[in-house]
């Protein structure tokens, strides 16, 4: 059984800090990984994907993935309020894991 | 359609009862997920058509779930003699093909009185 594993939350972060979230999986066959974010009461919306190693930036945000340690991150420069929600990562099955709840405070 | 639509979007049955929750995803996407989500926990994977088939079906949790995808479109989720731990959000997303983003509906609330 596949299983992913994500960082313990929640997780609070000041405006403006970088928000680090880690996730990791258990198998070897996945070649593809993907943050969602989810606000209260919504459903998960599509952040970031990544399929190689290394690290893949989009605005403010950085996914880095590692297939040798099988763990794939996602970092959040100069967090906003509106990045407050629950980020759940997923390897290519689309098996998630728990989330990770994020605050940031004003 | 523009994106996963799923209906109904609240459903409020008696312990006991049949349910079913209807998904139509995005036109000309192959692969259908559904999902279980519970208050403050990630979606719980439950099952997985590609085409009409359901490839991995190992997260129905018991007998009285059960799902179809008979022309390869519309999904049906069917729940039997509901428990009143049944109640969550159940959650439909498509995708193009294995390896794309999956799409995700605005979920069927269920509550189970």
């Known amino acids: 059984q596949k299983e992913v594993e994500q960082n313990s939350g929640p997780l609070s972060v000041p405006e403006g800090a970088i928000a680090s979230l880690n996730c990791t999986y258990s198998d070897r066959v996945s070649q593809s990984f993907f943050w969602y974010r989810q606000y209260s009461g919504k459903s998960p919306e599509l952040i970031m994907s990544?399929?190689?190693?290394g690290d893949k930036e989009d605005g403010r945000f950085t996914a880095q993935l590692n297939k040798a340690s099988q763990y794939v991150s996602l970092l959040i420069r100069d967090s906003q309020p509106s990045d407050s929600a629950t980020y759940l990562c997923?390897?290519?099955?689309?098996?998630f894991g728990a989330g990770t709840r994020l605050t940031v405070k004003p | 359609g523009a994106g996963v639509s799923q209906t109904p979007s609240n459903k409020v049955t008696e312990k006991g009862k049949y349910v079913e929750l209807r998904c139509d995803p995005i036109s000309g996407h192959t692969a259908l997920y559904w999902y279980r989500q519970s208050l403050g926990q990630g979606p719980e994977f439950l099952i997985y058509f590609q085409g009409t088939g359901a490839a991995d079906d190992s997260g129905l949790p018991n007998d009285r779930f059960f799902a179809v995808r008979p022309e390869g479109s519309v999904s049906t989720l069917k729940i039997q003699r509901t428990e009143r731990g049944d109640s969550a959000v159940y959650l439909c997303?498509?995708?193009?093909?294995?390896?794309?983003?999956?799409?995700f509906g605005e979920g069927s609330w269920l509550t189970v009185v």
């Open positions: 990544i399929y190689s190693n």
């Open positions: 997303a498509s995708r193009l093909d294995q390896g794309g983003t999956i799409y």
């Open positions: 997923a390897g290519d099955d689309m098996r």
